[in-house]
């Protein structure tokens, strides 16, 4: 069974740009789960969707916004970037929504803006 | 909210034992995962805890004691590749049970 996998691995922006982050959950796998990770702060959570349905929405601004689709595929944006946009974002999908369930986690966009 | 707190670093030697402990604050406590992070790569799903008491699974083990709100990982006959960023999570009841981690614990593994 293949792993998540995010789109694209690394990327560079520059102040005011806007992005689109892309991840495919593992087959079978309803929810994904963004995340945004730095040295400062660690991993903290962005957003959840299920069946296209956003669940639950962690304490980030307007600017980040994400969609799911009826595959189960996610996207995720960040209009007007800034400088401490720059991350890791991970995505992790279960098979079901809810933290009880193991996450398995894709590999990551590392985001520079510049 | 969720209060997780972790030591940032910690160093041991090949084929020790070391314990990373893992405190929360929270209310509606569902239970507690332990990730091992290695650098430049995703977290990768080592334990979930719900009820007190002690798991083993190989050469890592994970303990919860939900009175105290405490947790530990263990790592027995360690290998240089344990090097790595071991992150505690805490999942709360209610709405969508999305869990909150900590900062994780930076093992640094020497011979």
């Known amino acids: 069974k293949a792993g998540v996998t995010q789109t694209p691995r690394y990327l560079i922006k520059t102040r005011g740009q806007q992005v689109t982050l892309s991840c495919s959950p593992i087959s079978g796998h309803r929810s994904v789960s963004w995340y945004q990770q730095t040295p400062g702060q660690g991993l903290q959570f962005l957003f959840e969707?299920?069946?296209?349905?956003?669940?639950n929405k962690g304490n980030f601004p307007g600017r980040f916004s994400g969609r799911q689709f009826s595959n189960s595929r996610s996207e995720m944006n960040v209009s007007t970037l800034e400088l401490g946009d720059s991350a890791l974002y991970l995505c992790?999908?279960?098979?079901?929504?809810?933290?009880?369930?193991?996450?398995?986690f894709g590999p990551g966009t590392r985001l520079t803006v510049l | 909210g969720q209060n997780i707190d972790q030591p940032t670093e910690m160093t041991a030697t090949e084929g020790a034992i070391v314990q990373i402990n893992c405190t929360y604050q929270?209310?509606?406590?569902?239970?507690l995962f332990w990730y091992q992070q290695h650098a430049g790569e995703a977290p990768t799903f080592l334990s979930y805890n719900v009820l007190d008491g002690l798991e083993e699974k190989g050469r890592f083990s994970s303990f919860l004691s939900r009175s105290k709100g405490y947790s530990y990982l263990l790592l027995k006959e360690l290998q240089m590749k344990d090097s790595a960023s071991y992150l505690c999570?805490?999942?709360?009841?209610?709405?969508?049970?999305?869990?909150?981690f900590g900062r994780g614990t930076s093992l640094i593994v020497h011979p």
């Open positions: 999570a805490v999942s709360v009841s209610g709405g969508s049970y999305i869990p909150t």
């Open positions: 992790a999908s279960s098979s079901a929504s809810g933290g009880a369930q193991e996450q398995f």
């Open positions: 969707y299920f069946s296209e349905t956003q669940r």
């Open positions: 929270t209310s509606g406590f569902n239970g």
